[in-house]
């Protein structure tokens, strides 16, 4: 059989018992049945075995039995995460839906992947960023910041990389201290060098993140409490997909819902309240509500 025919059946098996919670097997013969991936022969219990193993190896996804004889993931928590097997599972099953929908592909219509200046560079810096963490090598990086027409060269530890938006981002960290962003698509060059680091054992890629919206970081920023005012259907899209973490809702009125955020409010941060126009409004603090007025005052001048 064919590798990319077995890896659609782990993931489907993944997705079947994480959507059951809990599924015997018999269940799943009956859903395995249903589907094009077994040509309708039956889901053996040794078919089963081998493919829960293999899920382990390849996602670090244990599925374990209960006391009833009901198969269910462990750890359910990795799976309504961030973490690299629930972007991995999410996005081979929606392959795995698309791919079954034979007969539709003019009618199912996909944003495009990660952007890239020549193509297929996004995963050329991938592969060879990802080689270098793995290693703790240090790599050589030729970069052109937007608006400059020269380009930088620096050395950096490669920290950590982040999917936002469908842009891929490195983290660097200066082997004299402090740290860089750099987005895939700006990057011209990388080199790896000879020389290797050893990464600070308190980092943690997430909380470094944790009190910014995006990838822009400036540890100058305080953070702050903020809260937002939403009206209309953006009260809505904000519940079902909240701008940060920290979100909570607050307060609700006639046709408006108060939430609260806690972050350093960078410059993406501002953008993506811009972008809400009048559906979204900085409540508190004063000085973020006049900046966000001033930069619509300055977008309403230019059309004068």
């Known amino acids: 059989m064919k590798a990319s025919s077995l890896f659609r059946q782990y993931v489907w098996l993944v997705d079947t018992i994480s959507r059951a919670g ?66 991995m599972l999410s996005t081979l099953t929606v392959s795995n839906i698309v791919s079954e929908a034979r007969g539709l592909h003019d009618r199912i219509l996909l944003e495009s992947t990660a ?3 020549d193509g297929d560079g996004a995963d050329n810096h991938l592969r060879q960023i990802v080689a270098a963490m793995k290693d703790n090598r240090q790599l050589q990086v ?8 020269e380009p930088r ?24 201290g402090g740290y860089l962003v750099l987005s895939f698509d700006r990057i011209l060059a990388l080199t790896p060098t000879d020389d290797t680091f050893c990464i600070d054992p308190h980092f943690d890629a997430e909380a470094f993140f ?6 822009m970081t400036d540890d100058r920023i305080p953070l702050q ?8 259907n953006e009260r809505f899209a904000l519940r079902d997909l909240p701008l ?19 972050l350093r409010p960078t410059s993406d941060f501002l953008a993506q309240i811009l972008s809400r ?5 900085v409540i508190s603090p004063e000085d973020i509500a006049l900046q966000i007025k001033s930069l619509l005052q300055e977008a309403v001048d230019e059309y004068k």
């Open 210 to 215: 944790a009190e910014y919206y995006g990838v």
């Open 22 to 87: 809990r599924i015997t097997l018999r269940e799943i013969n009956d859903r395995w049945l249903n589907t094009a991936l077994g040509d309708g022969i039956p889901y053996s219990r040794s078919t089963f075995r081998r493919h829960r193993q293999e899920v382990e190896e390849m996602f670090g996804i244990a599925i374990l039995c209960d006391n009833e004889n009901r198969y269910y993931i462990d750890e359910p928590q990795l799976m309504h995460t961030d973490s690299v097997p629930r972007w």
């Open 115 to 117: 952007s890239s200046r």
């Open 153 to 176: 060269m620096w050395t950096l530890e490669p920290y950590c990389i982040k999917l936002f938006r469908r842009r891929w981002y490195l983290l660097g960290h200066f082997p004299q």
């Open 244 to 262: 940060h973490p920290s979100q909570r809702t607050l307060a609700e009125g006639d046709g408006y819902v108060d939430f609260e955020v806690r």
């Open 225 to 232: 409490r903020i809260v937002l005012r939403a009206y209309g």
């Open 277 to 281: 126009g009048r559906w979204l409004k």
């Open 142 to 149: 030729s970069y052109r910041r937007y608006g400059s027409d």
